[in-house]
């Protein structure tokens, strides 16, 4: 009942004018305030929307199905001109440049019930005519007079058609730009491809003129002994003017020679009204050349030296443009490279003469080839380190003086060369005229020729033959050295592994040292424990009993007296056995089968043993049969503790070639990751095998165990070379009866 009674009063709070009383009833007193406020929200929401559609960035007009403004917004007021109160109630048309679009944008506003677009001119009250868009929708919850309006926004696109007016300018200019750019470039491939002087410099100067849109021009070169700028071809000039173009000084102090001078272009509009030009030489060759504007680049060179001058001339006034000037500073520094190239040449042609002098007293050999290969100049040198005269070795190809081992390569670099222009160095072998080796090194160069292409090519000999002996020597004793370094560390290699070796395997023993003394230790325990003790045990009960019947005056039994007798009697039989299974000095070889039976009924062992004896097995010497013996009792030991086994079997023979001792379980023999031949027991029986000339085997059987055989000659038994230690012969036979799954030879 609670819960509803609260529900009942959250309703009433959620619906305004309701109440509900007590017994359910509906209250309405509060009502008229509630509606009272809801017209105070719904007022300041109106005003709100108005001040949006005011003063929103965008011109709105409102007109009616006639095409009359009803209402228009503040930016509608800029965009036309008259304020508000005198704009609603005029057709909108009035302040329309194209009144057939409008009309249509009206009709179409009539039959559509979406919105309606059309790009017109707007006709301000002043300024010139507006691109506008008109983008009207009908509002059919706003009634004029009983018709709906239609609210229109006012899109001015004046900001969006200069924007594309000025795109179209830059999109124009690009690709006059694109266009200068071809052009440059086809000028540019067909330089390159020319390989006549006069026709290159012809090609400049028309490239440049076609670029500026020039009458006539020019292309001179700067000589620096003169400081005069020689002409190398011009265009457009009149015979009987153009021989005062010839030569011009720059020495001469016009104002336009000293910005050459300093690589500052010069331009002349008009040079009759221009004050930069005061030399009245230069003024009279204008006038007679019929010149009134002027540009003249300077030409600079890669080091900022200048080296010629590109100059235009028109007959009329004239301003370059900035692109015009920017295309023609790519054409100069064409120019430019081509003349430094040119003097370039021109200074090699005139040094080769003072070069030629010079190489003649080199102490190094000089020659220079034909682009073929063939000699064409040898100094003095070079034909003392082959023997042969000048006059011998001119025509002479290089290939004939080189070594065959170096014919191939050495025409393969100078094929590059005369190709590539690029040097390249290379020891060689000379073949001298007596017939002897000469080694040199030989750097080689291409001489190129006015017209770009390799003329001739120079090379510098310098003998190293003695440099050659040396190195030999030197590799010699090198490779000396390393084998003798190599045989070192592989011995020192090899003694290291040896000690890692002999480290690890000790280390091994001493772990198998420890094991096998607590394992003799456990065993000790355990047969004092089940023998020795327990005997003495029933003594001392039976001891006890006596001394009570003593003490009690009874009747002692003389049979309680044996027992304990015979008790002790059995405590001595059992602790002189362990001793001699501790420490057994006393096998030999008529007792080997005793003992080996005596060890094998020893109740310490916890798989059933037994012996195994062949007829044919005999042996006759002592010490043979003690070391038999200790390999016997190390091999049933191990095979007790680790085999798991439920037999042992240790068994005597006689095989075709040696005598044989097995001790072999069914257990479940060695696992793979354990090496049987690391551990200190299996070291032991190899060495007591070794003793007595033979040898020792661990094998494992098909099915499953292991099997422990000692191998040692018929003869061993009576040789005396197995008692002193000499490593015996190999006798192991080759026992087919029993195959084996894998092998373990010690």
Known sequence: MTKRASHGRKSSADHPGRASSKNGARIHSRRPRLIRNYRTELDAAVQRFVDLYDFAPIAYVSFNRSGRIEEANLAATELLGPPRDLLVGRPFAVYTANLDLFLKHLVRCRTSLGRVETKLQLKPVKGEPIPAQLISAPITSAMRNGAGLYQTAIINLSERKAAEEALRQEEAKLARELEDLKQLQRISSQLIEQHDSDAIYAQIVDAAIALLHADMGSLQTFLPETAELLFLASRGFDPSAAKAWKRVSVRTGAVCAEALRRGERVIVHDVRQ?????????????????????????????????????????????????????????????????????????????????????????????????????????????????????????????????????????????????????????????????????????????????????????????????????????????????????????????????????????????????????REQQRLGQELHDGLCQHLTAVAFMARSIALRLKQHRVIDAADIEKIAELVNNAAVDTRSLSRGLHRIDVDAASLVTALYDLAKREIWRTPCRVDLHPSFRIEDDMVAAHLYRIAREAVINANKHARAQHIVIRLEKSPKAMVLRVIDDGIGFPNQLNPGKGLGCHIMKYRAQLIGGNLEIDFPQKRGTRVSCYFPLQGARSSKSQNGTEPADATPKDSSDPIRGKLIL
């Not at 070594?403 to 290379?426: C, L, S, T």
């Not at 003329?455 to 020597?473: C, F, G, L, Y």
């Not at 084998?483 to 480290?503: D, H, M, S």
């Open 274 to 518: 221009s004050d930069f030009l005061k030399n009245r030489k230069m003024l009279e060759i204008f006038r007679r050349c019929h010149v009134r504007a002027v540009q003249s680049t300077p030409l600079i060179s890669r080091d900022g030296q200048l080296v010629g001058m590109l100059s235009n001339h028109w007959r009329e006034p004239h301003r370059p443009s900035v692109r015009e000037l920017r295309l023609l500073d790519v054409l100069g520094r064409q120019a430019a490279d081509l003349l430094e190239r040119a003097h370039a040449e021109t200074a090699l042609r005139e040094s080769e003469a003072r070069m030629r002098a010079t190489v003649e007293q080199a102490t190094a050999g000089v020659t220079r080839y034909d682009p073929s290969g063939r000699i064409t100049f040898a100094n003095r040198t070079f034909c003392r380190m082959l023997g042969y005269t000048e006059s011998e070795l001119v025509g002479k190809s290089f290939a004939e003086l080189t070594h065959p081992g170096h014919v191939k390569e050495n025409i393969r670099r100078f094929a590059q060369m005369i190709r590539n222009g690029k040097p390249y160095e290379i020891e060689k072998r000379y073949v001298c005229k007596d017939g002897s080796i000469l080694w040199v090194d030989v750097s080689a160069s291409a001489v190129r020729g006015p017209d770009g292409e390799t003329q001739s090519a120079v090379s510098v000999i310098v003998d190293v033959t003695a440099r050659k002996r040396a190195e030999a020597a030197l590799r010699r004793s090198k490779q000396l050295l390393e084998l003798r370094v190599r045989a070192r560390t592989l011995a020192l290699r090899r003694t290291n592994r040896q000690l890692e070796n002999e480290i690890e395997r000790r280390k091994g023993l001493e772990g198998e040292i420890l094991t096998i003394s607590d």
